[in-house]
């Protein structure tokens, strides 16, 4: 994953967490204050009984080399396609579209095009150099950025 480096660090909301999100509670870990598994452990309620964790057994042999951190960087990402469709020549839009569909499926195109839900880094790569495959070239691809926590490596 590439990192934005000289950004604000992000405050962890965790109604944006998804549900089985593994938390750290490692606090002795050398990354832990860079660490979005650890910081969301720390901000977690204390009213939840059960929450999934890392294993300390299997923290205590990674000898500070911690494979599953995520950084706390916030990440700027794309919603939305749309200028990219309008942009594409009449008759390649259904080959664009085709491809597409194939890479990221019916349901998951439609919605990212709409903007209803964000692309990762991959698809919006993928939109990107799809696009330039079949001739459009914009300054911008996508219809909106955001930064945002990004709670998986990509």
């Known amino acids: 994953m590439q990192e934005r480096k000289n950004l604000p ?14 938390l750290c509670n490692h606090t002795e870990c050398p990354m832990a204050e860079t660490c979005l598994r650890h910081l ?10 059960f929450i999934k964790t890392t294993n300390p057994k299997w923290i205590a042999r990674q000898k500070g080399a911690c494979t599953l951190s995520l950084s706390n960087q916030p990440a700027r990402r794309a919603r939305g396609f749309i200028r ?12 664009f ?3 597409a569909m194939g890479k990221m499926g019916y349901r998951r195109y439609y919605q990212c095009r709409k903007g209803e839900i964000m692309l990762t880094k991959d698809e919006e790569d993928f ?26 490596a990509e």
């Open 9 to 22: 660090v992000m405050t962890i909301d965790l109604s944006t967490m998804p549900k089985n999100f593994g």
């Open 40 to 49: 969301a452990y720390m901000a977690i309620e204390e009213d939840r009984p």
């Open 84 to 95: 990219t469709v309008k942009a594409m020549p009449t008759g390649k839009a259904e080959s």
């Open 97 to 99: 579209r085709l491809s």
């Open 127 to 152: 939109i990107i150099s799809l696009a330039k495959r079949y001739g459009v070239v914009l300054d911008d691809y996508f219809d909106k950025h955001e930064e945002v926590l990004v709670w998986s």
